[in-house]
């Protein structure tokens, strides 16, 4: 009975094993649900046909997406050991050092910040860096075609879709202590 009542106090490491895994898992598990989805999607005029297996493009903006939220979620100095961590750890995974990839994050960064101005809302972000990524423009209707932005009924569909990608640190912290 008070096992439940206890947090389980975790190192900045362990942290990061935590964070990855579950990002790898819900990548993995859940973009073949994502692509069909988007190939299915009604804001199409034909299926951009995007491969179940083709999740490159999106595990780094839920990467990315998710370390944007670890920045607001800790303290600066734990959210720079953490990240710092993550960054190591993920370096790897993509066989780079880690300024190689910490460079690649800020570049994935900026680029949701660009084609989501003004607005502040990275779940938005994420999907719009989604459309732009895998080239969905040129499957919309004429008039988004040529306005060169995503049909807002799609980005709705997609910012619900996004948001199962970010990871709940409000769940986190019932259960655990940093």
Same mark, same amino acid.
């Given at each position: ?12 490491n362990q942290v990061a094993n935590i964070f990855?895994?579950? =990002? ?82 800020? #570049?994935?960064?900026?680029f949701i910040l660009r084609v989501n ?18 080239? =969905?423009? #040129? ?40």
């Open positions: 009975m008070f096992s439940t009542l206890i947090k389980r106090k975790l190192t900045d990855i895994n579950a =990002l790898y898992d819900s990548i993995d598990n859940g973009f073949s649900e994502v692509a069909q989805l988007i190939n299915e999607d009604l804001a199409f005029t034909t299926s951009p046909n995007i491969d179940k297996d083709n999740n490159g493009e999106f595990g780094l903006i839920v990467i990315v997406g998710n370390i944007s939220y670890l920045e607001s979620t800790f303290d600066a100095d734990q959210a720079e050991r953490v990240e710092s961590i993550i960054f190591e750890k993920l370096s790897k995974f993509y066989d780079l050092d880690a300024n190689a990839f910490k460079k690649i994050v800020k #570049e994935y960064q900026n101005h003004p607005s502040k809302n990275w779940i938005y972000g994420m999907s719009k860096a989604v459309f732009h990524k895998y080239k =969905l423009n #040129e499957f919309q209707d004429e008039y988004f075609r040529r306005m060169q932005a995503p049909n807002p009924l799609f980005l709705k569909r997609m910012d619900e879709i996004m948001g199962n990608f970010v990871w709940n640190w409000d769940a986190f912290f019932k259960k655990y202590r940093l």
